[in-house]
């Protein structure tokens, strides 16, 4: 591949299902746009099914015969976890690309429908539970991706383990460096994992750079004029589109070059924006022992073990 990796340079997705998380705005909402142009069958899994539903009306204006589906999913309830991929695993017996893409990013304090803390309880503990169950149909799934998006903010992150749901002294980019850590921690565990069992999915994990999209909410949540003002700036100074954001999370999830543990992000401006390709995170995100506790504390948080035996109902 070169530096120059666009969406023209997608191979044709046809006979593939691919799940996106978070996919009726933002990068999701982009990543499935193009997925979908190039004919596989997508499924919007999102929180807001009217909002899910515009997406999916607003693709099929692009593409008119685009394979495209809405099923109701919060990340932060492990109920609708649950029920989405029982639904899912009803109605489908493979999963060739699963897109780890919803977030939400320095919210002020507040908790999950099971009592996380909500950045740690929906970027990481909420697509923990979700691969987990989806598994049975990701391992069915010959060439089967899981593709896990995370930030750059993860360089400045810790696992607190002593305290994950920051009850004492929360900060909120503290919580979101926590969870953009997990997922990259989580993303190389599972790759590991797969590669024990000689499973033929790969896992994988990139980040956006700097994209202009709606995550950015979060920080303005608190009403701050001075912090709008200050993501208005930024977006048009140095922020790429969301076309662009989306980039890596397409090269990761279909390019052929492509191998478990990759990292992919943008290329130019320290990782901020540009075309995408294979870069590294953080040495704390390789850690096994690190990984490991957290793989152990996310299935009993989350109340799913993962099974990697094909045609096995994944407990919990």
């Not at 999701?28 to 009217?50: D, H, P, S």
């Not at 099929?60 to 809405?70: E, K, L, N």
């Not at 029920?83 to 493979?94: G, K, Y």
């Not at 690309?97 to 990481?124: K, S, W």
């Amino acid at each position: 591949m070169t530096n120059q990796w666009t969406q023209n340079n997608i191979p044709d997705q046809r006979g593939k299902t691919a799940v996106i998380t978070g996919s009726n705005s933002g990068i999701g909402y982009e990543a499935a746009l193009a997925l979908a142009q190039k004919n596989a069958q997508v499924i919007l899994a999102v929180r807001n099914m009217e909002k899910g539903e515009a997406a999916a009306r607003a693709i099929r204006q692009v593409y008119a015969q685009a394979q495209v589906s809405v099923q109701a999913l919060d990340l932060a309830d492990l109920s609708s976890v649950h029920t989405f991929a029982d639904t899912f695993l009803a109605q489908h017996d493979q999963l060739h690309l699963l897109i780890n893409n919803a977030g939400v990013m320095a919210l002020p304090y507040r908790r999950t429908a099971d009592g996380f803390e909500m950045q740690f309880g929906t970027n990481h503990l909420g697509h923990f539970a979700l691969t987990g169950r989806l598994l049975p149909a990701l391992l069915a799934a010959p060439g089967a991706r899981v593709v896990t998006v995370s930030s750059s903010m993860h360089v400045s992150g810790d696992i607190h383990f002593d305290d994950l749901q920051w009850e004492r002294g929360y900060s909120r980019w503290g919580a979101y460096s926590q969870s953009k850590l997990a997922n990259l921690l989580f993303t190389y565990e599972l790759q590991r994992r797969f590669s024990s069992v000689g499973a033929g999915v790969i896992s994988v994990g990139c980040h956006p750079g700097y994209a202009a999209t709606n995550l950015q909410a979060g920080p303005k949540m608190d009403g701050s004029k001075i912090m709008g003002w200050l993501f208005k700036l930024s977006n048009s100074l140095i922020a790429q589109s969301q076309a662009m954001g989306a980039l890596p999370t397409l090269y990761a999830a279909t390019a052929p070059d492509v191998n478990g543990c990759d990292y992919i992000g943008p290329t130019q401006w320290g990782g901020m924006r540009g075309t995408p390709g294979k870069v590294k995170s953080n040495d704390k995100s390789y850690d096994t022992a690190l990984a490991g506790r957290l793989w152990s504390v996310s299935e009993v948080l989350a109340g799913v073990v993962y099974s990697f035996e094909r045609g096995q109902k994944v407990p919990g």
